[in-house]
């Protein structure tokens, strides 16, 4: 396992009193796997020392704030990709099949795509594999680490740290696209509500699948995602000529 990726897992997620208590051993996992530049470090401690010292109810309205409240800075990564659920339950249940084909089961708490569960499930592959399967939502990453920054967020260094991890360079187009959503206001309860409501995903074994073919652009990120666990060719992007 690669400690790395399971450290920046526990770090996106929703702040415990366990979490708390485990800052110290994440400092040191941190450094032992020694697979970021220097550079990227003091950011990433930064998180740690915060967690393990600031008051527990603080960092958790701060994590409701950003992450559940913000729709542009969920942590789901198809919530970036496309915003149907019908399209989106199908890809679901393709990604928690990849995740037990590989040996790790999921929760029925728990969506697929929720990103500190991706990371910890690329902790249990070969780092070259990890890297290849980090880099096919890097558009998403990118984007979701330049919001924020510009909110002065201290999670922005974790964002940076998974660009740096993921193989690749993000794709311009589906970049543009990424950073083309609207970036929401957490105190506007009305316009949250509305936004969720429209965005409701379900999943599972009763969920039958989209006729029509489902989210192509979700489709393609999740086959590159099958393609990188199993060594095949990436197949062409939607759209591209």
Do not use: I
């Amino acid at each position: 396992m690669t400690r790395t990726f399971k450290v920046l897992s526990l770090l996106l997620s929703y702040p415990t009193q366990e979490l708390q208590e485990a800052a110290p051993a994440l400092r040191e996992a941190l450094a032992g796997d020694d697979l970021l530049t220097e550079a990227r470090y003091p950011g990433l401690y930064a998180l740690v020392d915060q967690l393990g010292e600031r008051d527990l109810y603080d960092l958790q309205e701060r994590y409701v704030l950003l992450f559940d409240r913000t729709r542009s800075l969920s942590l789901h990564l198809f919530e970036h990709v496309h915003g149907e659920s019908r399209d989106r339950g199908q890809a679901m249940v393709d990604l928690q099949t990849m995740y037990a084909e590989h040996g790790m089961f999921v929760s029925a708490r728990e969506l697929p795509d929720y990103l500190p569960l991706f990371l910890e499930f690329l902790g249990t592959r070969p780092l070259a594999d990890a890297r290849e399967l980090l880099g096919q939502p890097l558009h998403v990453l990118t984007a979701l680490r330049e919001r924020l920054v510009k909110r002065g967020s201290d999670y922005a260094p974790v964002f940076a740290a998974l660009e740096a991890l993921a193989d690749g360079k993000a794709e311009p187009e589906l970049l543009a696209e990424a950073r083309a959503v609207p970036d929401d206001d957490p105190t506007d309860l009305a316009a949250l509500d509305r936004a969720w409501e429209e965005t409701a995903v379900t999943f599972g074994p009763d969920t039958a699948p989209d006729t029509q073919g489902g989210c192509p652009k979700a489709e393609w990120m999740l086959q590159r995602m099958n393609d990188a666990s199993t060594g095949a060719g990436s197949p062409a992007r939607p759209g591209a000529q």
